[in-house]
């Protein structure tokens, strides 16, 4: 489980919880072992699910070439990425964009000690800090932001109760509750459809911060409460995919799946054009029938098999923004 703190709401609405990693990843995070990533599934040269792409290449090259769709990276000159796990996907770029001045940002201790050894010999700082407290001018800086796979982990509420999206903010007191009203009032937010939800208000406010802070390129990746499997891939991939973020449980702490399309008011509100599309935009499976025979087979097999499902289904989950300030 996470670390929960429970608020009480006044005028007689239920309590929500609030989930938040920051303990678990200041001092308890020990490795990523339990989170295996995109990236880092793709990390090994030999590591089977390669050989199921359309392109057999490390996660971050692929990125790398899919945002030179958008934007110029030859002239990008400051990068900074938050949260950067064992810091492999910075290493991609850099070995792609040698001019590049690069950031580390990291809550994790050991992820930031990891990431010091993955990148040495690069030009490449370092700061261990939570990004929810960092000043906005120091995201100011840079021309391009990076969160890959984790704004999941960034604070969430759980359980709020719908009918708050209809209190007076002049009769709210409770500082949390403002604040989720202001973000539905501001952005024009879809309401709910369920009486309970979940909300990614970590995951908004960071997107906030960094428009707000004129970042002229921003990056985003993570699991998605939105994403659809295409038709082909229908009978294969099961995604629970409601629309309301679903809690992920992993060791030591949840996290929670995001809703992409309250990301996209944010930015297109502060000036941004957005895209947004499933990572299997850039790493294209290869639908041959001995893949779709795998997936029929839900894996049971063999390991290998197991991991191929897995990662096929998480080309769909995971969803990606990149935002260009217009």
Same mark, same amino acid.
């Given at each position: 489980m996470g670390s929960f703190a429970r608020t009480g709401a006044?005028?007689?609405?239920?309590?929500?919880?609030?989930?938040?990693?920051e303990e678990y990843h200041k001092g308890k995070l020990g490795s990523l072992g339990w989170e295996l990533t995109v990236c880092n599934t793709l990390h090994p040269p030999d590591t089977p699910v390669r050989k199921f792409l359309v392109r057999s290449d490390s996660y971050g090259y692929l990125?790398?070439?899919?945002? +030179?769709?958008?934007?110029?990276?030859? %002239?990008?000159? %400051? @990068?900074?990425?938050? $949260?950067?796990?064992?810091?492999?996907?910075? +290493?991609? !770029?850099?070995?792609?964009?040698?001019?590049?001045?690069?950031?580390?940002?990291d809550i994790s201790p050991v992820l930031l000690e990891k990431q010091k050894e993955t990148l040495k010999g690069y030009d490449v700082s370092y700061r261990l800090e939570d990004a929810m407290e960092t000043e906005p001018e120091v995201f100011g800086q840079y021309n391009l932001a990076v969160l890959n796979e984790n704004l999941g982990d960034f604070p969430a509420l759980v359980g709020l109760d719908s009918r708050v999206l209809a209190r007076?903010?002049?009769?709210?007191?409770?500082?949390?509750?403002?604040? @989720? !009203?202001?973000?539905f009032e501001t952005y024009g937010l879809d309401r709910p459809a369920?009486?309970?939800?979940?909300?990614?208000? $970590?995951?908004?406010?960071?997107?906030? %911060?960094?428009?707000?802070?004129?970042?002229?390129?921003?990056?985003?990746?993570?699991?998605?409460?939105?994403?659809?499997?295409?038709? =082909?891939?229908?009978?294969?991939?099961?995604?629970?995919?409601? $629309?309301?973020?679903?809690?992920?449980?992993? +060791?030591?702490?949840?996290?929670?799946?995001?809703?992409?399309?309250?990301?996209? %008011?944010i930015a297109g509100y502060h000036g941004y054009e957005t895209v947004r599309?499933?990572?299997a935009?850039?790493? @294209?499976?290869? !639908?041959?029938?001995?893949?779709?025979? @795998? !997936? =029929?087979?839900?894996?049971?097999?063999?390991?290998?098999?197991?991991?191929?499902?897995?990662?096929?289904?998480?080309?769909?989950?995971?969803?990606?923004l990149v935002l260009v300030k217009k």
């Open positions: 006044s005028g007689g609405i239920p309590v929500y919880q609030c989930n938040s990693t990125l790398h070439d899919h945002l +030179k769709r958008f934007f110029p990276l030859e %002239k990008i000159e %400051k @990068v900074i990425e938050i $949260g950067g796990g064992y810091g492999y996907l910075m +290493k991609d !770029l850099l070995d792609r964009c040698g001019h590049f001045k690069a950031c580390m940002l007076d903010p002049s009769t709210v007191h409770d500082p949390v509750i403002k604040k @989720v !009203l202001r973000f369920v009486e309970h939800f979940n909300l990614n208000i $970590g995951a908004m406010e960071m997107t906030e %911060k960094l428009c707000l802070a004129g970042v002229p390129h921003i990056f985003i990746g993570e699991h998605s409460c939105e994403a659809k499997a295409p038709p =082909a891939l229908g009978p294969y991939i099961n995604l629970m995919s409601d $629309g309301n973020p679903r809690r992920i449980t992993l +060791k030591g702490h949840d996290e929670y799946t995001i809703k992409f399309s309250y990301l996209q %008011k599309g499933p990572f935009d850039y790493l @294209v499976p290869n !639908l041959t029938e001995h893949l779709k025979a @795998v !997936l =029929a087979s839900r894996g049971l097999y063999s390991d290998n098999e197991e991991a191929v499902c897995h990662f096929i289904s998480d080309l769909y989950e995971y969803e990606y």
